[in-house]
């Protein structure tokens, strides 16, 4: 049975009007009338009824967090990110997954930023456009973006460029020369930030850019990497490959190579990027590219609520920066 203000106030010998201003935390009540009615409160298992106190306020108390896919490491850990900072905020996480289809996403788009149901959205997404989030900017719905630098909305993301860059530079200087870089067909923009990097690397080493060397994946699985590893080996001289689309791509590119006898990194060397926690352990352990994962969660949920609490205004972009992590396969 539901508890209401009045089963307190009959409990507690107050009026229903005195136990709604302890519960809102109103100011002129009596320290031990404060105590009085919060303890009654507790003994009766009270809960504020959320949805009532959202009309009366205008607010929720509710953060939306849109993912395309909740089986993916990377969000994994960005969502991780996001519940350990939001431990301590007087906020309540919706979490929804469009399974990377877009007609979901867009009907649920449309249904968040109309229905107000949340006080403001944080979207885990590469592939999402400022076209595609414009009903949030058209019904002032604080939004951020996670893994894309967004132009008309809020955004975490890292240094892409600087991350290919920075992974092309280290098989460079081990004496590579014939590097192969796999891109991904459908990641966006940061893939190919990360192949820009790549690019930049090989000019600012007078090393000509090979358009046989540059392939493509659909998704960033282990059997993508596969697959692209027998195309990498059709092609003569490869020493080394540099993966932008992702751990689970690389890993499955190590995982071919050592079926097929050839050794990493004695006759391939392999680079990804997102140091997922599968490349620790695959043997030989991969080099990659790190994104600090759990700080653009905690930055996205502060940043979302200072927005909501009306403590930041403007658009606001913060970027993180990567670091390379040398292991076994390079």
Known sequence: MTVTLKDIAQRAGVTSATVSMVINNKPNISES???????????LNYYPNVIARGLATKKSNSIGVIVPNLASSFVVRV???????????????QLFDTIGQKESESQLFQRLARERR????????????????????????PSIVVARKGDKLDSVYVNNV????????YLIKKGHRSIACVTSNTQGLPTMERFDGYKRSLNNSGIP??????????????????????????TQGVTAVFVPAGDMVAIGIIKEAK?????????????????LPAAEVIEPSLTTVRQPKLEMG???INMIVDKIEGREVGIKHKELQCKFIIRESA
Request: net charge negative; hydrophobic share 40%.
């Open 259 to 275: 079926r097929r006898g050839v050794i990493v990194p004695d006759n391939l060397a392999v680079v990804g990027f997102d140091d």
């Open 209 to 234: 850019l090979r358009p046989e060397l540059v392939f493509a994946v659909e998704d960033d699985t282990m059997k993508s990497g596969v697959e692209v590893f027998k195309r990498i080996q059709e």
């Open 33 to 43: 009338t404060r105590k009085k009615v919060l303890k009654i409160a507790k003994e």
């Open 79 to 93: 969502l991780q990110g996001i519940k350990s900072t939001n431990r301590d905020m007087d906020y309540t996480v």
């Open 118 to 141: 949340i006080d403001g959205v944080v979207l885990i997404s590469s592939t999402v456009t400022d076209e595609d989030l414009k009903v949030f900017v058209e019904e002032s719905v």
């Open 298 to 300: 905690d930055y996205a």
């Open 162 to 169: 600087a991350g290919g860059m920075d992974a092309t530079d």
